[in-house]
């Protein structure tokens, strides 16, 4: 192979490789609208208990672009199951099923090189894309009885969580809702 083919060849590579590393990020709506279109779509029982900017969802790798995070908690029980010294197990209610939502801007984009970082987080579900935002989400759970969970770690011998997942959310078609609710703004 030529000098002149290999370098052509470096060429593309490397430009390939900058293009993809670009986050050519854009701006995204005001908070406020946020919220405002996360929350109009929430069934009753169902309510935004946290709000934080500048942050990219989890398992994405290192990207620069930031958005929102939107937690919404619902009524459905997560149980912490805990084994005792005699080998008995327990379970107590001491959690809720929650909601964890990334808006981020419409240009941004996971960073291709998450696939070369071990140990990474499961990352959340693309649930809405237009040229303005992405939304992503995942069902995850808050502690609600820390004190209870605190005192519980400290005599368990073996814990783990009751399953909480697509299927056991109590809001179903949320993924549906919540880009119903985006759509009808920015599409």
């Known amino acids: 192979m030529s000098c002149r083919n290999r370098a052509l060849r470096i060429l593309v590579v490397v430009g390939f490789l900058v293009a993809s ?26 309510s935004l208990i946290e709000s934080q ?29 805990w084994k005792d010294e005699s080998g008995e197990w327990h379970d107590e209610e001491l959690a809720r099923e929650t909601l964890e939502l990334w808006v981020m801007p419409g240009s941004y984009r996971p960073s291709p090189r998450r696939f070369f970082e071990h140990h990474r987080h499961v990352p959340p579900e693309l649930i809405y894309a237009s040229k303005n935002i992405r939304v992503y989400g995942r069902v995850s759970h808050r ?12 005599v368990a011998h073996s814990t ?28």
């Not at 946020?34 to 009753?44: F, G, H």
């Not at 900017?53 to 029980?77: F, I, M, R």
């Open 53 to 81: 900017d500048g942050q990219a969802p989890p398992g994405h790798g290192d990207v620069e672009a930031t958005g929102s995070l939107l937690v919404l908690l619902g009524s459905g029980p997560v149980t912490f199951q």
């Open 21 to 46: 590393c670009d986050s050519g990020v854009s701006e995204l709506p005001a908070v406020s609208e946020i919220r405002d279109r996360v929350t109009a779509s929430l069934p009753e029982d169902w």
């Open 160 to 187: 783990s969580w009751s399953d909480i997942s697509e299927t056991t959310c109590t809001w179903q078609g949320w993924q549906e809702a919540v880009a119903a609710a985006f759509a009808a703004k920015y599409d």
């Open 143 to 154: 502690i609600i009885a820390e004190d209870r969970f605190n005192d519980l770690l400290k």
